[in-house]
């Protein structure tokens, strides 16, 4: 028994000895900065991210020339997650080196829920390390290296929290919320309430015509068309529905509801995005001026966009795009 309880404290001897060995020789080397070195000074060099996890999920964000960034090679990017994101790249540093005790467990935990991450400037990887889970404060991230075997905790000087949630992997995340995204030039807005009425802006020349109910051409205000058409391009969704939300399996009855707006979106070259909203059921959250339930949702409404997208939209994201055709009138 005396034999036994010896060679198991040896064992565990030899194996925390490995352990700080590994531990002063990746801090004390000559290359030690590279242990911990997870930033990239000039953030504009960096021309492709790639993350991805061992469910396995990956995203591919890639620059493109027009500083413009894309999302698999498919989609124009979020241009506010971007900036995170390359912030974070900029500004990470070292917060501290976690307890010798903790390493495995830390280990662990990063080789079951961590996010690998490659940052290349032009061709070449620049960067490649794990993000792993926040520290028990909640104030760092643990982050490893390639090539090295420790890892360490890392923080953003001034910045209370976690960096693990910037590193995300969801492609309808990554997207940009803009419904019509589309660079050409926007030819015509066609607007139909189909309980109310319709009304055409048509663009030529740099001046705008206006097709009213049943048809009728009439006089279009030149500011209140132009507003109009950047509120087309500055119109963003709360949120996409995807197949794991409760929606999802809803999308074809709402559609057999009458829409409350449809809206088509022209542009020069020809190309048209289309999106019809619905109403979204009230329920005991949404009251009335007499304190009863409301049937729908005030504020928020379902949409379907032509390119595929089933979206949540807020009136708050749509309050430039939900015009009446007397807003482009002249009273001359």
């Known amino acids: 028994m005396k034999f036994y309880l010896k060679f198991i404290l040896t064992i565990?001897?030899?194996?925390?000895?490995?352990?700080?060995?590994?531990?002063?020789?990746?801090?004390?080397?000559?290359?030690?900065?590279?242990?911990?070195?997870?930033?990239?000074?000039?953030?504009?060099?960096?021309?492709?991210?790639?993350?991805?996890?061992?469910?396995?999920?990956?995203?591919f964000l890639s620059r493109q020339k027009?500083?413009?960034?894309?999302?698999?090679?498919?989609?124009?990017?979020?241009p506010d997650g971007i900036e995170t994101l390359l912030e974070t790249i900029y500004r990470i540093r070292l917060r501290n080196f976690p307890q010798k005790s903790a390493l495995p467990r830390i280990l662990k935990t990063m080789a079951t829920y961590g996010k690998h991450i490659d940052l290349y400037i032009d061709h070449k990887i620049a960067k490649s390390f794990t993000v792993g889970t926040e520290t028990p404060d909640q104030l760092g991230t643990y982050m490893l290296m390639d090539g090295f075997e420790t890892p360490v905790a890392t923080h953003?000087?001034?910045?209370?929290?976690?960096?693990?949630?910037?590193?995300?992997?969801?492609?309808?995340?990554?997207?940009?919320?803009e419904i019509w995204s589309y660079e050409k030039e926007i030819a015509s807005v066609d607007v139909s309430y189909p309980d109310s009425t319709s009304f055409k802006l048509i663009k030529e020349n740099n001046t705008f015509s206006l097709i009213g109910p049943s048809g009728i051409n009439l006089s279009a205000d030149n500011?209140?068309?132009?507003?109009?058409?950047?509120?087309?391009?500055?119109?963003?969704?709360?949120?996409?529905?995807?197949?794991?939300?409760?929606?999802?399996n809803k999308s074809d009855s709402i559609q057999l509801t009458p829409p409350v707006g449809?809206?088509?979106v022209a542009y020069i070259d020809g190309k048209i995005i289309e999106m019809k909203i619905y109403r979204v059921p009230g329920g005991p959250d949404w009251l009335d001026g007499e304190g009863k339930p409301q049937r729908y949702d005030p504020d928020r409404y379902y949409a379907f966009i032509s390119d595929g997208r089933f979206v949540l939209t807020q009136r708050f994201g749509l309050q430039h795009v939900l015009k009446s055709y007397r807003a482009f009138l002249t009273f001359e």
Do not use: C, H
């Open 262 to 264: 449809i809206f088509k």
């Open 156 to 177: 953003i000087p001034g910045f209370n929290g976690y960096l693990s949630s910037r590193f995300f992997i969801r492609e309808d995340l990554w997207r940009t919320r």
């Open 12 to 59: 565990a001897l030899l194996f925390v000895a490995a352990l700080t060995f590994v531990f002063i020789y990746e801090v004390t080397s000559k290359d030690s900065n590279e242990y911990y070195d997870f930033s990239i000074n000039d953030t504009s060099s960096v021309t492709k991210i790639i993350i991805w996890d061992k469910s396995p999920d990956t995203v």
């Open 66 to 78: 027009n500083n413009l960034w894309l999302v698999n090679n498919s989609f124009k990017a979020r």
């Open 223 to 248: 500011m209140s068309s132009q507003a109009f058409f950047k509120g087309i391009r500055k119109a963003q969704y709360e949120g996409m529905i995807i197949p794991t939300d409760k929606a999802w």
